[in-house]
Every structure is written in structure tokens, then in C-alpha cells.
């Protein structure tokens, strides 16, 4: 089953905004990653945030880590519309590595 | 680098049909793994192979579906009979043996059962 649920299912924005996307999940994990899929270039890792990590940034994105509230927060600043996709978070637990998919937030960037 | 490679990109059959999709990891990833995605949902794990073995096959409803992956290099998905609700994008993905976290996504292969 899909541990991580995304919050907001959906996001539509204007260009050069910021877009924040939230992610939730139930035990205790290994690690979060964030995936984005658009038609053009299918699923794409975005960035890995260990469970002893609080925040990490690559380029434009900022993703944080709040284990005691079981959830992560990815930032999208200065949005482009080729921003435009689904963006997923997927978290391994246990003593797995292999990520489970929540059901994604579709952010439309509008130019 | 080449990427993972997936064929077919669309596949459209009836019900009780057989139907084969084939996947070609990046060169050197030693797993392998295979991904139901619903419409509106997030990719589902059905298999995951360490070279040619089985790792995980915990969510592949084996009574229908079967995968191999012989040599441990290409990798066949196979469903038989297909179902409606079988109707989904099967993605093909490939992870090397450094970190092995990041896992390399193939395009995918967009079934529909009619």
C-alpha cells in the first residue's frame, strides 16, 4: 500500500511564484525522496533527504525534514512553467531502501 | 549515458489477452525494478531483481503477471490474462550499486485492456 500522501493534490501558480508541496507518512523512515514525472521527461529524481538530515537544497528546490511530525516539505522557488508536473514523495523504511510512492501533487505553473 | 529503454510505449489489448513489455536497464545497474502506475496514483512496486534473482516480489500478483531477467541485464514483464484493471503505465527502473538510492526511470509503457 501507499504510505505517503501528498498535500495539496493539486497547485496552480503563476510564473516566478513559490510553490510549496507537502508530504506525510506513517513509520518511521530510512530516508524521503522527492520524484517529479511530466510527460516530456517521465519520472525524475529530484533529491534524498536522510532521516538525520532537517533540510537540503539543490539549486532552486529546498526540501525539509520534520521526523517527529512525519512529514517533508518541498519549496520550488522562482517557478517556471516548465516546473509543470506531478511531484511525488517516496519514502524507504525498515529495512528496505525501496521507496513507496504517495499519490502526488500535479502543480501547473501557468507562464 | 544512455537511459533505461522501454518497449513498447503503448500497448492496447482486449481482455484476456497476453501482453510482454521489455526493459533495458542502464549499462553496469545491477537492479532492476518494475512499477505498476494507476491513473492519479503513485508508481506500485511488482518486482525488484538483484542481477537475475528476485529480490522482491511481494506485490507482483503472480497468478497473472511474471518477470525474468535472464543474464541480469534485460527484463520481460508479462501479463496473462490481462484484466481492466490492469490498465495502467508500467514503468522500468534501474539502480547501479554505489547509491543505490537513486533509481533511473525508464519512460514507461502505457497499457490499456478494453
Known amino acids: 500500500s501507499q504510505q505517503g500522501e501528498e498535500d495539496p493534490q493539486a497547485l496552480s501558480i503563476q510564473e516566478g511564484e513559490n510553490a510549496t508541496m507537502n508530504c506525510s507518512y506513517k513509520?518511521?523512515?530510512?530516508?524521503l525522496q522527492w520524484y517529479r514525472q511530466n510527460s516530456g521527461r517521465g519520472l525524475v529524481h529530484l533529491i534524498l533527504?536522510?532521516?538525520?538530515?532537517r533540510e537540503k537544497h539543490s539549486g532552486r528546490l529546498r526540501v525539509t525534514l520534520d521526523t517527529s511530525k512525519k512529514s517533508s516539505s518541498l519549496l520550488i522557488t522562482a517557478s517556471r512553467a516548465a516546473d509543470t508536473a506531478s511531484y511525488f514523495c517516496?519514502?524507504?523504511?525498515?529495512?528496505?531502501?525501496?521507496?513507496?510512492f504517495g499519490r502526488g501533487t500535479s502543480l501547473i505553473v501557468h507562464p | 549515458e544512455a537511459g533505461v529503454a522501454q518497449s513498447p510505449r503503448y500497448k492496447i489489448i482486449e481482455k484476456r489477452q497476453s501482453v510482454a513489455f521489455w526493459c533495458n536497464p542502464i549499462s553496469g545497474h545491477a537492479t532492476l525494478y518494475w512499477y505498476q502506475q494507476i491513473l492519479g496514483q503513485g508508481p506500485k512496486l511488482l518486482i525488484q531483481?538483484?542481477?537475475?534473482?528476485?529480490?522482491?516480489d511481494s506485490q507482483l500478483p503472480k497468478d497473472r503477471f511474471s518477470a525474468e531477467r535472464l543474464k541480469g541485464v534485460d527484463s520481460t514483464l508479462k501479463i496473462q490474462p490481462a484484466k481492466l484493471e490492469d490498465s495502467a503505465v508500467y514503468l522500468c527502473?534501474?539502480?547501479?550499486?554505489?547509491?543505490?538510492?537513486?533509481?533511473?526511470f525508464g519512460p514507461g509503457t502505457r497499457l490499456t485492456v478494453t
Open positions: 533527504i536522510r532521516s538525520n538530515e
Open positions: 531483481f538483484q542481477n537475475n534473482g528476485v529480490v522482491d
Open positions: 527502473a534501474s539502480s547501479g550499486t554505489g547509491y543505490v538510492y537513486e533509481q533511473y
Open positions: 513509520t518511521s523512515i530510512n530516508n
Open positions: 517516496a519514502h524507504a523504511s525498515g529495512g528496505s531502501y525501496i521507496p513507496t
